[in-house]
């Protein structure tokens, strides 16, 4: 119960550790979560807190005025401590890699400490608002989290067991029996809209796929029961199923369902996908509008609005990482708008990624200029031959590739002209000299009449003779 180190008295070390204990076996206090929350605020108060002490084995060793007592402070503070012990936005840990989810920890031994802070530290907890999905498919869980990289908080029996959520997602197929173990996980709020569009990418896949489920979704208030869940909370928790369109059918339940969310909900539902034609059409206007705010010099604005025209044909990008979803959904016969060639979707891809390297270079972000061409290259050369090297400056063999791909005719070949000659720009401005001669010179093989880029190719010829 009190919070001090060891020190010496009499100049002799105080081992608290051994320190003999008293009644009932020496009631000890769990504290390693109060240590770790000075340790990350520099306070004043000793860094490394006893894991074990027994009360009258501590008034043995310290002078009052040394003690420290956690219970003494305000409870303002405490309140405080216990957000940040136990809210989930500081519960989430990013993963290493970029394309794993990130996870959840919450630690949860401050609960147990005593009945008064459990109490306290209780009500912290509970301001977390959980949901609870499950499906009769134990490959969901996998696809959620692998494909979706949704931070999945825990599954199987303790997912099942756990009854503090605000939201229950039970899906399944009307008219089959499903016998055996229903698959559940748990997730944070901040993680519906994330569930919610991997869900609508899978439905774009594999067309009708939501036709043949059922959704229901049950409100409830876990700590008063039939208490009303405010509009507000309500709102976050129904409408980001609004993306999950053409289903079986939806049944809605639970804790006073207000009837303006519920039908928001079901016309966002009832509004139908934008076509593959519709989704490249805006693409379009957006990259448009990018090339002007890029020739306005509005380069914040237009960077914006190249990574809007990814998201538009289904291609979400975080940072530097690109992820491109829904594929199948281009891959049917188009009978209307500007675009009856499949491969429409990737000439806008590689225009977008030519476009903003120019920002970055426009910007003289060479390293971000550099880093956008040089996956695309890379990519793009594997696509061919498999090579996935990471060097842009080998020897004119790893660079055969070119040539034999300007023969065929593929699509988006000047623009990937461009990211080549542009990614040697910004590898000139880093002096990788030796990426800027090959990217010139195959730059040359995709773009024949460019004469800034011939120029350049003549430039490097005359230097070999």
Same mark, same amino acid.
């Given at each position: 119960?009190?919070?001090?180190?060891?020190?010496?008295?009499?100049?002799?070390?105080?081992?608290?550790?051994?320190?003999?204990?008293? @009644?009932?076996?020496?009631?000890?206090?769990?504290?390693?979560?109060?240590?770790?929350?000075?340790?990350?605020?520099?306070?004043?108060?000793?860094?490394? =807190?006893?894991?074990? =002490?027994?009360?009258?084995?501590?008034?043995?060793?310290?002078?009052?005025?040394?003690?420290?007592?956690?219970?003494?402070?305000?409870?303002?503070?405490?309140?405080?401590?216990?957000?940040?012990?136990?809210?989930?936005?500081?519960?989430?840990?990013?993963?290493? +890699?970029?394309?794993?989810?990130?996870? /959840?920890?919450?630690?949860? #031994?401050?609960?147990?400490?005593?009945?008064?802070?459990?109490?306290?530290?209780?009500?912290?907890?509970?301001?977390?608002?959980?949901?609870?999905?499950?499906?009769?498919?134990?490959?969901?869980?996998?696809?959620?989290?692998?494909?979706?990289?949704?931070?999945?908080?825990?599954? @199987?029996?303790?997912?099942?067991?756990?009854?503090?959520?605000?939201?229950?997602?039970?899906?399944?197929?009307?008219?089959?029996?499903?016998?055996? /173990?229903?698959?559940?996980?748990?997730?944070?709020?901040?993680?519906?809209?994330?569930?919610?569009?991997?869900?609508?990418?899978?439905?774009?896949?594999?067309?009708?796929?939501?036709?043949?489920?059922?959704?229901?979704?049950? $409100?409830?208030?876990?700590?008063?029961?039939?208490?009303?869940?405010?509009?507000?909370?309500?709102?976050?928790?129904?409408?980001?199923? @609004?993306?999950?369109?053409?289903?079986?059918?939806?049944?809605?339940?639970?804790?006073?369902?207000?009837?303006?969310?519920?039908?928001?909900?079901?016309?966002?539902?009832?509004?139908?996908?934008?076509?593959?034609?519709?989704?490249?059409? $805006?693409?379009?206007?957006?990259?448009?509008?990018? +090339?002007?705010?890029?020739?306005?010099?509005?380069?914040?604005?237009?960077?914006?609005?190249?990574?809007?025209?990814?998201?538009?044909?289904?291609?979400?990008?975080?940072?530097?990482?690109?992820?491109?979803?829904?594929?199948?959904?281009?891959?049917?016969?188009?009978?209307?708008?500007?675009?009856?060639?499949?491969?429409?979707?990737?000439?806008?891809?590689?225009?977008?990624?030519?476009?903003?390297?120019?920002?970055?270079?426009?910007?003289?972000?060479?390293?971000?200029?550099?880093?956008?061409?040089?996956?695309?290259?890379?990519?793009?050369?594997?696509?061919?031959?498999?090579?996935?090297?990471?060097?842009?400056? #080998?020897?004119?063999?790893?660079? #055969?590739?070119?040539?034999?791909?300007?023969?065929?005719?593929?699509?988006?070949?000047?623009?990937?002209?461009? *990211?080549?000659?542009?990614? #040697?720009?910004?590898?000139?401005?880093?002096?990788?000299?030796?990426?800027?001669?090959?990217?010139?010179?195959?730059?040359? *093989?995709?773009?024949?009449?460019?004469?800034?880029?011939?120029?350049?190719?003549?430039?490097?010829?005359?230097?070999?003779?």
């Amino acid at each position: 119960r009190q919070m001090t180190t060891p020190c010496k008295q009499d100049n002799r070390e105080v081992n608290f550790d051994t320190a003999p204990s008293i @009644g009932n076996g020496g009631r000890t206090v769990r504290r390693s979560w109060l240590n770790r929350w000075y340790h990350t605020r520099d306070l004043d108060y000793p860094p490394n =807190l006893v894991r074990s =002490l027994p009360e009258a084995a501590l008034r043995s060793a310290l002078p009052v005025a040394d003690m420290f007592r956690f219970l003494d402070l305000p409870a303002e503070i405490r309140d405080q401590v216990y957000h940040d012990v136990l809210a989930s936005e500081n519960a989430r840990r990013p993963a290493d +890699n970029d394309d794993e989810p990130a996870t /959840y920890k919450f630690d949860l #031994a401050i609960l147990q400490v005593n009945n008064q802070l459990h109490h306290e530290a209780k009500k912290a907890f509970q301001d977390n608002v959980f949901v609870k999905i499950t499906t009769p498919w134990a490959e969901t869980i996998d696809h959620i989290s692998s494909e979706g990289r949704v931070p999945i908080i825990t599954t @199987g029996s303790k997912a099942e067991h756990f009854d503090s959520f605000h939201l229950w997602i039970s899906v399944d197929t009307p008219g089959i029996s499903f016998t055996g /173990y229903a698959y559940s996980m748990l997730i944070c709020l901040e993680d519906l809209p994330a569930f919610t569009r991997v869900w609508h990418f899978s439905n774009l896949n594999h067309q009708g796929l939501n036709s043949h489920l059922r959704l229901s979704l049950n $409100l409830k208030d876990p700590h008063v029961p039939d208490r009303k869940i405010p509009k507000d909370l309500q709102n976050r928790l129904l409408r980001p199923f @609004g993306v999950v369109k053409g289903l079986h059918s939806l049944c809605v339940n639970g804790a006073k369902v207000l009837p303006s969310v519920e039908e928001a909900l079901r016309k966002e539902q009832a509004v139908p996908d934008l076509s593959p034609e519709e989704c490249l059409e $805006l693409a379009t206007a957006l990259e448009d509008a990018g +090339n002007k705010s890029l020739q306005s010099e509005n380069y914040a604005i237009a960077l914006q609005q190249y990574i809007e025209a990814f998201a538009a044909i289904h291609i979400t990008v975080s940072g530097r990482k690109r992820y491109i979803h829904a594929d199948g959904y281009y891959m049917r016969e188009w009978v209307s708008g500007a675009y009856i060639d499949q491969r429409v979707r990737l000439i806008i891809r590689v225009k977008l990624v030519a476009n903003i390297i120019q920002v970055h270079l426009k910007s003289k972000d060479w390293d971000e200029a550099r880093f956008w061409g040089k996956r695309s290259i890379i990519l793009f050369r594997s696509s061919l031959n498999g090579d996935r090297d990471d060097d842009l400056g #080998a020897g004119e063999d790893k660079w #055969a590739w070119v040539k034999q791909s300007a023969t065929i005719g593929f699509p988006a070949r000047a623009e990937m002209g461009k *990211i080549l000659y542009r990614t #040697a720009l910004a590898s000139r401005e880093l002096q990788l000299d030796d990426e800027v001669e090959n990217l010139i010179r195959a730059a040359a *093989i995709y773009l024949p009449n460019d004469e800034i880029v011939q120029t350049e190719k003549k430039v490097l010829d005359e230097r070999r003779d």
